[in-house]
């Protein structure tokens, strides 16, 4: 399995950019990388995906390294609504279905 | 539009009886997965389904949870006879079929089991 790390908690400024790292060093040439973002007392919410190339939508970018042995979010004006647990997962093969979610990393917002 | 809709949102019940867990996904979704969170053990898939058919069960704990899906709109996780360990989130997701689609939770149902 690809595992990856994060940090455990982040804090960020209202309205400030915020980078959430990732490390997958062991990644392999088919995985993707998905990231899942869950409010307090919610489900999971679908946040973005890559494989190779940066991607952007509506909600965040997800820059990953030419290696591909790290990738960053980047949520470019954090709100208070993007106070979250944000999870960094390698999708197992260019087949899996399977999410598996680590710690993942506490963001704050300040006011 | 609809999301993933759970049911109950909150079970409290004895241990040894039988509980329900209840999951309308998206329309138009192939693909359902069940999950359980826990402080202990955060989010872990138990099982999840293609076209109704369970693909992967190997995350089920053991011989009490069973699910079905017995068509496109339905699914059930059940827990027979329930335990004070089985305590925590239940999640569903579903998705378009195929991978690396985006998953698509609902609000889970927070189970107690006393």
């Known amino acids: 399995d690809a595992k990856t790390t994060q940090p455990n908690s982040m804090e960020s400024n209202e309205e400030e950019p915020v980078h959430l790292p990732c490390n997958h060093s062991?990644?392999?040439?088919?995985?993707?990388i998905h990231w899942y973002r869950q409010l307090p007392s919610q489900g999971p919410e679908y946040v973005i995906h890559?494989?190779?190339s940066n991607v952007n939508n509506r909600m965040a970018s997800l820059a990953i390294a030419e290696d591909r042995k790290s990738s960053t979010l980047i949520l470019h004006r954090a709100t208070l609504r993007d106070a979250a647990v944000y999870y960094c997962?390698?999708?197992?093969?260019?087949?899996?279905?399977?999410?598996?979610f680590g710690k993942g990393t506490k963001l704050s917002v300040i006011p | 539009d609809a999301g993933v809709i759970q049911s109950p949102r909150h079970e409290v019940t004895e241990m040894g009886q039988e509980v329900t867990l209840r999951c309308k996904p998206i329309?138009?979704?192939?693909?359902l997965f069940w999950y359980r969170q826990t402080m202990m053990r955060g989010l872990e898939l138990l099982i999840y389904?293609?076209?109704?058919?369970?693909?992967?069960d190997s995350g089920m704990p053991e011989d009490r949870f069973s699910a079905k899906m017995p068509n496109a709109s339905f699914s059930t996780l059940k827990i027979q006879p329930s335990e004070p360990r089985d305590s925590a989130v239940y999640f569903c997701?579903?998705?378009?079929?195929?991978?690396?689609?985006?998953?698509?939770f609902g609000d889970g149902t927070r189970l107690s089991i006393l």
């Open positions: 329309s138009g979704h192939n693909s």
């Open positions: 890559g494989l190779t």
């Open positions: 997962i390698a999708l197992l093969g260019a087949g899996s279905y399977q999410l598996t």
């Open positions: 062991t990644i392999s040439g088919t995985d993707y």
């Open positions: 997701a579903s998705s378009s079929l195929g991978p690396n689609q985006p998953q698509h």
């Open positions: 389904f293609n076209n109704n058919v369970p693909i992967d």
